[in-house]
């Protein structure tokens, strides 16, 4: 049974920093891995999506990693800003039911 | 990008009475659709996988009869809590498959 962690689970940072979250996964056997962004009581916004055959994934000042063998993959925001505070949640799929089994999340503030 | 809406965003009933949730896929088809639950300050907890004329695939440890799925139509499923209670409440978020998965924006159910 497929499980994913995030660490940490809460983060705090000044604004201009640049950060790395971490996204762990138990079976390497993944389809794709995605980053999610929610912000309080609202819905998910995907960030990056990586397929099970590449390694990384860029979008402007966001960059995410897989390593499968690991199972681990990273999410690094370049630059903070206040508006980047959320909690960021990464989801593996696995096989052909694109069933997204989702981390625990981080909880990110960004102070100005 | 695709959109997926939910309605209603939220709702508060009394204990034993039944709510349905909606969830509709605006600008594309498709022909599965999932649920998902979400406890405060948790991660999303698959609940069911909706198949458009067919029954709903219902995760370990989800009562069928308690939240029952209907996925009528390729741009429609529908949630219903029925006899809901107190320990329903909870945020509601569905999602749906195109080029992968699109997810609407949630329902806040309060119980009381």
Known sequence: KQEVTQIPAALSVPEGENLVLNCSFTDSAIYNL??????????????????????????GRLNASLDKSSGRSTLYIAASQPGDSATYLCAATGGATNKLIFGTGTLLAVQP | GAVVSQHPSRVICKSGTSVKIECRSLDFQATTMFWYRQFPKKSLMLMATSNEGSKATYEQGVEKDKFLINHASLTLSTLTVTSAHPEDSSFYICSAIWTEQFFGPGTRLTVL
């Open chain 1, 34 to 59: 995605q980053w999610f962004r929610q912000d309080p009581g609202k819905g998910l916004t995907s960030l990056l999506l990586i397929q099970s055959s590449q390694r990384e994934q860029t979008s």
